[in-house]
């Protein structure tokens, strides 16, 4: 008996009992279920929805791979000093030192958003009697790249749960949510544990740790790494060419630093058809968009270089999607198609204020200096009401048509 | 005035086992069924008892809310047996044939001098009515209303359907019979749909308006072609027919018989070789595909793949359909389906699968559903190949929560199931498109009509 036959003998014992969920997501992980069309058309299409969001996750294991290897890059650099002007295959990144140390901080990340998460959702499938949906295998590997590197464990353990729950299954799971859930865990860490989420001590491993020894007496110097745009919201100069920029050797969260592997992951979702390429195209020129009126705002003189907003708002406008996570959010959160908008016309709309307020909140909010996580999350929100007004058009059109027969 | 139709949104399905262009005799089936669920909605009445000998055109049910509403019998022989369900429900009435055909004489009309209430009546009286499907609800017309307009598409895009190009060759007289007859019903026209590069029989027929069509399935849909030249509103009827029956209405009109023959296409992956073959209504599925197919576990559908109902050989040829399909079933375990590579199936995506790179590659697809039913998550798809101006998302769901205000406005009163069988074959939730929309329809005519 080979492994197909015990998987479907194991599966029939179960079959009716409280395992059948928990060991049905495990068997179709090895096997598509042999179940056949019974209503409606004999013939189905190969795609499925663990297929479809394995095409998600794939872009996204590069990233995860570049955040292990950036976190150590991060952590040398400020303790032996920051090299500027690596050429992206430079061994001073790629090495197994700067890779063991993100290692290990980043796979007990991965490992606590997946176990937790998938924890949470095989329960909820398990009452609900339905099939684990595949939801969370994006937003799972989503998560570990979207916080800062020291998160402690048990901050994103509770952040996971309120997410999946309050941002997921109490809407009805997979499909049916009003938030992107990965945002919506991220968030939750933004405002229950600011002080873990901004400012220039979270960004580099162990620099957290470094303040606690010298506050404790220890001999030693501190070690700070300011994201990008907190520098620039405290009119700080850049010390990071814009090569170092697109490359990603940059402090940030996990994943979102390197612009140039999430330019390629989009490239490919868009080759896959998985991701709306009318959500990344509107997003990017309603970055460029609100990125050239502050650049004209600076270039008219309407304000100072005295001003707190000078520095962000006079950084060219294509320097928007390079820093911070606006890049990342756009192609792989302003993309998920149950929380955007579902209509073609309205993924214009939806993805454009996407891009237009992350800027304008990065600008004007210093508080605030990762607008587009926000800024989806406000657009989340807004989605079936712009959806509403693109079909009610269609309904109009419909009318009118009835009137003019009428006439 | 001519109009020609280009369709862009769509999706071509080509599959293994076009029948080849050969017609034979199927065995002659001695066991005529007759189901009254081929005839959506409708509660039958009985008009005979088993033993009792009937003609070919003979009534052996009636409608119960309209009883000039008849349903012939196909041949002349002797009900065999009524089968019924639960709650005495009857599912099927099998009238044993006789060797030597009678049949009943409606007489020949004089279709230039009849008007259109002796047409109806004509129509009616010798059961050539349940033809007729009407849209709003994709139910058998209501004599009552005039429609708009009456709608025929002979053009078959769908997956390995019968050419009507060469099923209906040298039918011109009754196809043109049937259509002056039918010109008499409607306040509006009789649009024909041909395909734009095709010798149809039709494109040369009086008292039609002709239109060329082009594009990928579904631009055969009759669906298709009402939406582009002259969609349903609230309040209006059109009516559909196929061209195939209207080849029995023409022959009925002339001669005054009720001929139920007809040539369909036995096609699919299984059937060891795949041509045309002159049957009957009703016809047992036996006599059609009996030692033509080699694989046990086969599907064998009386219709297309993807509008279809699925058969056993005990079944019979429903009474629409002009094509049986045989294809393999798929219940078994697939190992890393979700994951591996895809060369053999269709995909409307390139999510490591390759149906993109050839066009014209036929596939082999069985009857797995490759994957699990799920939540509608993904968008933007279903639009891709649905050329309808609706929004096929949204009113999926507003049938599933049953707000008949909502389904109005979307678009209800325009649509039928197999408008949304090529969003189903793409739906990666695995949802079940045509019986939403089926639900939906039931619903808004119990509590509309």
């Known amino acids: 008996m080979g492994l197909k036959e015990n ?118 499938a398990t009452i609900n009697n339905h099939e684990v949906e595949e939801g969370y295998f994006v937003t799972g590997m989503l998560v570990p790249l979207i916080v800062p590197i020291d998160t402690p464990l048990w901050m994103l353990t509770v952040a996971v749960i309120f997410g999946v729950i309050i941002g997921k299954e109490i809407f009805g799971g997979t499909g049916m949510n009003i938030l992107n859930p990965a945002l919506t865990i991220r968030a939750f860490l933004f405002f229950a544990y600011p002080t873990w989420m901004s400012g220039d001590k979270v960004w580099v491993t162990g620099a957290v740790e470094r303040v606690n020894e010298i506050a404790a007496g220890a001999n030693l110097d501190a070690i700070s790494g300011e994201t990008i745009l907190g520098g620039l919201a405290q009119g700080k100069q850049l010390i990071y060419s814009t090569w170092d920029m697109f490359y990603g050797f940059i402090p940030g969260s996990v994943g979102e630093t390197s612009t140039l592997l999430i330019l390629l992951g989009g490239l490919y979702l868009l080759y896959t058809k998985v991701a709306s390429w009318r959500i990344m195209l509107s997003s990017v020129i309603g970055v460029l968009v609100m990125g050239l009126i502050f650049n004209g705002v600076v270039n008219a003189g309407w304000i100072t270089e005295s001003s707190k907003f000078y520095s962000l708002m006079s950084t060219e406008f294509w320097h928007h999607l390079l820093i911070g996570g606006l890049a990342f959010g756009i192609v792989f959160m302003a993309t998920d198609p149950v929380t955007g908008s579902q209509t073609n016309k309205g993924k214009w709309y939806y993805g454009f204020f996407i891009g237009f307020i992350s800027v304008m909140i990065r600008v004007f909010n210093p508080a605030y200096p990762e607008g587009v996580m926000l800024a989806i999350l406000l657009m989340n929100v807004f989605a079936p009401t712009i959806d509403h007004y693109v079909v009610q058009g269609n309904v109009k059109r419909r009318l009118k048509r009835l009137k003019a027969k009428t006439v | 005035m001519s109009q020609d139709i280009r369709i862009k949104k769509g999706l071509d ?215 582009k030249i002259d969609p349903i509103n609230k309040g209006e009827v059109v009516w559909t027919i196929t061209p195939q029956d209207l080849v029995i209405m023409g022959e009925l009109l002339l001669t005054g018989k009720f001929n139920a023959e007809r040539i369909i296409a036995l096609a699919g992956s299984a059937v060891a070789t795949p041509k045309y073959y002159k049957t009957i209504i009703g016809a047992s599925i036996k006599s059609i595909v009996e030692g033509k197919f080699s694989n046990d576990n086969a599907r064998i559908i009386s219709g297309n793949v993807l509008t279809g109902r699925a058969e056993t050989l005990k079944g019979s040829l429903d009474f629409y359909s002009n094509i049986v399909t045989v294809i393999p079933e798929g219940d078994d375990y697939e190992l890393f389906g979700w994951l591996k590579p895809e060369f053999n199936k269709i995909s409307p995506s390139r999510a490591l699968t390759f149906s993109w790179l050839s066009s014209k590659k036929e596939y082999d697809l069985n009857t797995n559903t490759n994957g699990e039913h799920r939540a509608f998550v993904v968008t933007g798809n279903y639009e891709e190949v649905f050329p309808l101006d609706i929004f096929p998302l949204q009113i999926l769901k507003s ?38 929309i089926r639900e939906g329809l039931d619903l808004m005519l119990k509590e509309i009509g």
């Open chain 2, 399 to 436: 049938c599933m929560y049953k707000d008949l205000d909502e389904m109005e406005k979307m678009g209800m009163y325009e649509v039928a199931p197999e408008d949304f069988a090529l969003t189903e074959f793409i739906c990666v939730s695995k949802q079940p498109h045509q019986q939403i």
């Open chain 2, 13 to 227: 399905i080509k599959l293994k086992g076009k029948a080849e262009k050969i017609t034979e005799n199927a065995l002659s089936s001695s066991v005529i069924t007759l189901k009254p669920e081929d005839f959506h909605s409708i509660i039958p009445k009985l008009s005979v008892k088993v033993g009792e000998k009937l003609k070919a055109g003979e009534p052996v049910f009636y409608n119960k809310a309209n009883e000039e509403m008849k349903f012939p019998s196909p041949v002349s022989g002797e009900v065999k047996d009524i089968i019924r369900g639960a709650k005495r429900k009857i599912l099927a009435i099998q009238i044993q044939a006789d060797a030597k055909q009678q049949y009943v004489d409606f007489g020949a009309t004089d279709l230039k001098s009849m008007k259109a209430d002796e047409v109806k009546s004509h129509l009616l009286a010798s059961g050539c009515w349940p033809f007729i499907t009407q849209r709003p609800y994709d139910v058998i017309a209501d004599p009552s209303k005039t429609p708009k307009g009456i709608f025929i598409s002979a053009y078959a895009s769908a997956p390995l359907a019968a050419d009507y190009d060469y099923v209906l060759a040298g039918k011109e007289k009754e196809l043109q019979a049937a259509v002056t007859a039918l010109s008499k019903l409607t306040s509006g026209k009789v649009h024909v749909s041909v395909g734009k590069s095709a010798n149809s029989p039709l494109s040369g027929l009086g008292d039609i308006t002709l239109h060329k069509v082009s594009g990928p399935h579904p631009s055969g849909n009759v669906g298709t072609l009402i939406a």
């Open chain 1, 7 to 124: 998987l479907h003998n194991i599966s029939e014992k179960v079959k009716g009992t409280k395992l059948q969920t928990t060991f049905g997501a495990i068997h179709t992980l090895f096997y598509t279920p042999k179940e056949t069309t019974h209503s409606g058309g004999h013939i189905r299409a190969v795609d499925d929805l663990k297929r479809t969001m394995t095409m998600v996750v794939l872009p996204l294991v590069p990233l995860l791979i570049f955040g292990m290897f950036n976190a150590g890059f991060q952590y040398n650099s400020a303790v032996n000093g920051f090299t500027e002007n690596l050429s992206f295959f430079s061994t001073d990144f790629w090495n197994f030192d700067n890779f063991w140390i993100g290692f290990l901080k980043v796979m007990p990340l991965v490992l606590v958003s997946y176990v937790v998460g998938l924890g949470i959702e095989i329960v909820f």
